[in-house]
């Protein structure tokens, strides 16, 4: 079913989406730093205080995407299913994404070497590979039992699966790699040492059917 949304709402996300397309394709043929926000905003058709309206800096812009890949994965991991774990649901979440990702293998690879060579946009992407290791770290600490907060067990796993992502999308920028496999292979890794550590989800008691009896 197609979320219909009001008028005003659409022409935003529109404008937004013209003006990422935008940055990104200028960042990758001009080079971040030799991009402004001006031409953006020409490249886009719009005036510069439109782009303002939307985005604060040319670092919020650069991170626009990421940062709408991080809130669809908040808000399809806050509905997981309690009777799949983390693990699964990271495995599936990772695998529709590379191939997504994949659609324009080569692109991705550019933003990938834009990304990690650009210290602005490289410092906003580890805020938001940080938001990534916070949610799973919280999921994964109800699979197991255990506390969310501090150095926990929870943690390290999280930053394990996060480490390996980061590990792979490196090789691949640089190489021809599988992305795919490789990315699925960190996970299946991570999931057969730490899987015995999940536990069962509760059963819901079933309701006992009670008849009364003559006094």
């Known amino acids: 079913m197609t979320t219909k949304f009001p008028l005003r709402t659409k022409r935003k996300m529109e404008t937004r989406l013209k003006l990422v ?5 200028l960042f990758l043929t001009k080079g971040y ?7 953006v905003a020409e490249a886009a058709g719009l005036h510069v205080q439109t782009l303002y309206r939307h985005f604060g800096t040319k670092q919020d812009l ?31 979440w990772m695998s529709e994404t590379v191939d997504t990702l994949l659609e324009d293998a080569e692109a991705f690879r550019s933003h990938l070497r834009m990304s990690y060579s650009t210290p602005t946009i490289m410092g906003a992407t580890l805020a938001i590979r940080g938001a990534y290791e916070d949610l799973l770290t919280k999921h994964l600490a109800k699979d197991f039992g255990m506390p969310f907060e501090g150095v926990t067990t929870p943690r390290l796993v999280a930053g394990m699966l996060m480490s390996g992502n980061h590990y792979v999308r490196m090789n691949f920028k640089d190489h021809d790699t599988d992305l795919k496999a490789e990315t699925l292979q960190v996970i299946d890794t991570v999931t057969e040492m730490f899987s015995d550590l999940v536990k069962a989800p509760a059963k819901t008691p079933e309701k006992v059917s009670v008849e009364s009896t003559p006094a």
């Not at 397309?21 to 394709?25: E, G, L, P």
């Not at 626009?64 to 009777?83: M, P, T």
């Open 33 to 39: 730093d030799n991009t402004t926000l001006e031409e």
């Open 62 to 92: 650069a991170k626009a995407g990421d940062e709408y890949w991080l809130r669809l994965f908040e808000e399809a991991i806050s509905k997981r299913d309690v009777s799949q774990s983390t693990f699964a649901f990271w495995r599936n």
């Open 21 to 25: 397309r935008s940055a990104r394709h």
